[in-house]
């Protein structure tokens, strides 16, 4: 059992773009010593939600910030995940490919989450659309899977059993060569952000063994 990816909550969906910055700096730093313990130089960021700031503002500020943390990252020698998640980079694929192409570095990948475009209201056209402009960046791979209900709500439910064609995009970033790792994100039990409910009843370790095997049994379908 070895460590693929640390988590943290840096400029994530609970410390938007007003939220201070100290903690973050703070919060990598520490990370740095614990990550060389466990073996990995990946840790997953997202890009700070707005605030109620001007959209010109909050870019100048998203931009400023993931400059410091990179410089930090690039000395380190470890690589800052972005998950296409909360935040400026993940608003639409121009936005992401912008972000990306912007800081063109080596320590800037991403951990693509098919289940987070739909989750926040986007479409499956535009879950495609993030998914292509991460793709020469993409590091790592979280399986979830989520569909919309009728009132505006989102239920979260296994992998393949949704709308976000989780099935149909491992097996293309499959076929492109992708070599890196997959984890479960079930979100079965709890969603901690966003508001949205949540599937199947009271048992957490049950409902996770029965995700990891879905999830396992969509990676054989497709040759893994």
């Given amino acids: 059992m070895r460590t693929i990816c640390l988590g943290s909550s840096i400029a994530n969906w609970a410390r938007p773009i007003d939220a201070p910055f100290s903690r973050d700096l703070e919060d990598l730093r520490r990370a740095i010593p614990r990550m060389r313990r466990l ?6 960021i997202m890009s700070y939600p707005n605030d109620g700031r001007d959209e010109k503002l909050w870019k100048a500020e998203v931009f400023r910030r993931m400059n410091e943390l990179l410089a930090i990252a690039e ?7 972005l998950e296409n998640c909360d935040g400026w980079a993940s608003e ?15 320590s800037l990948r991403v951990v693509f989450d098919p289940g987070n475009p739909i989750g926040h209201g986007a ?11 991460a793709l020469p960046y993409i590091v790592h791979f979280h399986i979830k899977d989520c569909r919309r209900l009728p009132d505006g709500g ?7 059993d949704g709308e976000c064609d989780v099935a149909q995009i491992i097996r293309d970033i499959l076929r492109r060569g ?10 079965l039990e709890v969603s901690s952000h966003g508001g949205n409910i949540s599937f199947g009843g009271n048992n957490l370790r049950e409902n996770y ?4 095997l879905r999830a396992k049994g969509i990676l054989e379908e497709l040759g893994i």
Avoid: N
């Fill in 123 to 133: 479409s499956v056209e535009e879950t495609w659309a993030l998914y292509r402009a």
């Fill in 154 to 160: 989102v239920l979260h439910v296994m992998p393949g």
């Fill in 178 to 187: 992708y070599s890196g790792m997959f984890s479960i994100e079930p979100h």
């Fill in 209 to 212: 063994l029965k995700y990891g």
């Fill in 75 to 81: 000395g380190e020698g470890i690589v800052l995940v």
């Fill in 39 to 44: 073996g990995t130089s990946f840790i997953r």
């Fill in 92 to 106: 639409s694929a121009q936005r992401l490919s912008e972000f990306l192409s912007c800081f063109d570095s080596e």
